[in-house]
């Protein structure tokens, strides 16, 4: 159907559905497709197709579709959008227009697309284990800074102690004194040693937050007490 000679492909990638266009080396339209973004569905498609040249936008998926769309033969340019103001600065986006776009500059010249190169998948893997560990290190700020804060609305200041110092460990150790009376009552103690599990979901759903419960918090200055954590 194709003969030998390459086709031009322009590939739109979303993360349900991807639009397809297909050139051939006089630039007209062979094909057009929607498919949805999927392993079995790009293996299906463009095992089927001679050695093409492929241009996509970088994104979440460019990466894996890259190297998928490599090993069936296929040479694949991840375009950066950024530096394409044929398709980033374009004031109506639609999906198969950029797809078209994408295969007539892969036809024109590669150059155009301003192509990049995805990491290994061992540096990909090490990066994710960065990143997840950067979202955590955030995540546990916000928590303190908002216990802080919350604290403070009543007038109280939890005494200063490190971010690694907050947790559970060096928290049940460490001497506690009442909080004062104006905190709210349906702020929860921390747990004490003899606690054997967290409390389930199910457990958090059945409690209600006007339950009166106690409130403490650690009063040593420098011993790592925990902000404020609930176990409901």
Partial sequence: MF????????????DRHSHLVILDQDGELVEEARMPTTQASLTRRFSTLPASR??????????????????LGHEVLAADARKLRLIFSHPRKRDRADAEHLARLARLDPKLLSPIYHRSSQA??????IRARDSLVRARTQLINHARGLVKTTGARLPSCSAAASTPGPL????????????????????SPSASRPTTGRSMRSQTPTTPKPASCA???????SPLWATT
């Fill in 3 to 14: 003969k030998n000679s390459m086709l031009f492909v322009g590939l739109d990638l979303g």
């Fill in 54 to 71: 492929v241009a996509l936008e970088v994104g979440a998926h460019s990466s894996w579709v890259s190297a998928l769309l490599t090993q």
């Fill in 124 to 129: 990909q893997a090490h990066l994710a284990v």
């Fill in 172 to 191: 049940r150790q460490s001497p506690r004194s009442s909080c004062p009376p104006s905190l709210p009552s349906w702020i929860p103690s921390p747990p």
């Fill in 219 to 225: 009063a040593s200055r420098g011993s790592g007490p």
